[in-house]
């Protein structure tokens, strides 16, 4: 059992901003490659930011000067800062975390994050 606990989703208006958290446990979480991903009804699911152990962080153009991962390693947590929401960005987001050494992913549960005016 390895949870990723989400929070931070929720409603917001066209240009807000929201801080998304996933909490981690039982993994070396300070050697694991951490994520965000998406996924819009009848969409594919798409990568919105990752960061390395080491602090590297890739976006894709979507998100890129809007968006920023971070992590925590003290707290086990990786976060998701997301400025400028547009309705676009609306999606279930889930956290990932990837452990290089034994090549095992674990998925979060998902949490909403719906942009409305």
């Known amino acids: 059992q390895v949870p990723l606990v989400e929070s931070g989703g929720g409603l917001v208006q066209p240009g807000g901003s929201l801080r998304l958290n996933c909490a981690t446990s039982g993994l070396p979480f300070s050697i694991a490659t951490m994520g965000w991903y998406r996924q819009a009804p009848g969409k594919q699911r798409e990568l919105v930011a990752t960061i390395t152990g080491g602090g590297t962080t890739i976006y894709p153009d979507s998100v890129k000067g809007r968006f920023t991962i971070s992590r925590d390693n003290s707290k086990n947590t990786v976060y998701l800062q997301m400025n400028s929401l547009e309705p676009e960005d609306t999606a279930i987001y889930y956290c990932?975390?990837?452990?290089?050494?034994?090549?095992?992913?674990?998925w979060g549960q998902g949490t909403q994050v719906t942009v409305s005016s």
């Open positions: 990932k975390a990837y452990i290089a050494l034994t090549k095992s992913n674990y």
